[in-house]
């Protein structure tokens, strides 16, 4: 069945650093992968996108890499400031044939150490 | 910019009773989305929305669960009767139309059944 998962729950980083947050996903039939921020209290805000006819995708300060091979999914974030700490998401879109909706993965928290 | 909103953000109802739970998508959207997050847990697909109609629901939408667009600007997910378990975040959520771009949430309802 379709499946998305994350490698780790929790990552911690110092401010300035390099954070990356990675995702496996089940259904080589996915063909649109998103990942998103929770802060505490609010509802997942996106944060960058790929379709699966790409491998990389560069946003302001964010990298998203898709490897199809392995199905892998992973976020870069460049230079982490004490603000990106939150829950992060990845979700896909196309499992099971669906057209809709997405499913997301557990989601791993990000804390950032000043 | 246009933002997705949820009311109430918080809703403490008694079990069996109805709850109507309101969100206003983003007002060029087509398709219209419920998730839940139980406490602690990754978002869960309920139901999408597209051309007046439910075009796919999850195992989790069932007969207790309905969705209407009453105005071409609200849309409504309810609840006919409560159980202890229905306790989550429900988010909505809207995206434009094209199928591969990022769905928009709201900041979610906090249901609380008791």
């Known amino acids: 069945g379709e499946s998305v998962g994350l490698h780790l729950p929790t990552l911690s980083v110092q401010e300035g650093d390099n954070s990356i947050i990675n995702c496996a996903y089940s259904n080589s039939a996915s063909d649109y992968f998103i990942w998103y921020k929770q802060e505490s209290g609010k509802g997942p805000q996106f944060i960058i996108d790929?379709?699966?006819?790409?491998d990389k995708r560069q946003g302001q300060r964010v990298t998203v890499l898709l490897n199809k091979t392995v199905k892998h999914l992973s976020l870069q974030i460049a230079a982490t400031q004490p603000g990106d700490s939150a829950v992060y998401f990845c979700a896909e879109k196309g499992g099971g044939g669906s057209n809709y909706k997405l499913t997301f993965g557990k989601g791993t928290l990000l804390t950032v150490n000043p | 910019e246009p933002e997705v909103t949820q009311t109430p953000s918080h809703q403490v109802t008694q079990m069996g009773q109805e709850v109507i739970l309101r969100c206003v998508p983003i007002?060029?959207?087509?398709?219209f989305y419920w998730y839940r997050q139980i406490l602690g847990q990754k978002v869960e697909f309920l139901v999408s929305?597209?051309?007046?109609?439910?075009?796919?629901k999850s195992e989790i939408f069932d007969d207790q669960f309905s969705v209407e667009r009453p105005d071409g600007s609200n849309f409504t997910l309810k609840i006919r009767s409560t159980k202890l378990e229905d306790s989550a975040m429900y988010f909505c959520?809207?995206?434009?139309?094209?199928?591969?771009?990022?769905?928009?949430f709201g900041q979610g309802t906090r249901l609380t059944v008791v």
């Open positions: 959520a809207s995206k434009g139309d094209t199928m591969n771009t990022e769905a928009f």
């Open positions: 007002s060029n959207h087509l398709y």
């Open positions: 790929i379709r699966s006819n790409m």
């Open positions: 929305f597209y051309n007046n109609e439910i075009s796919e």
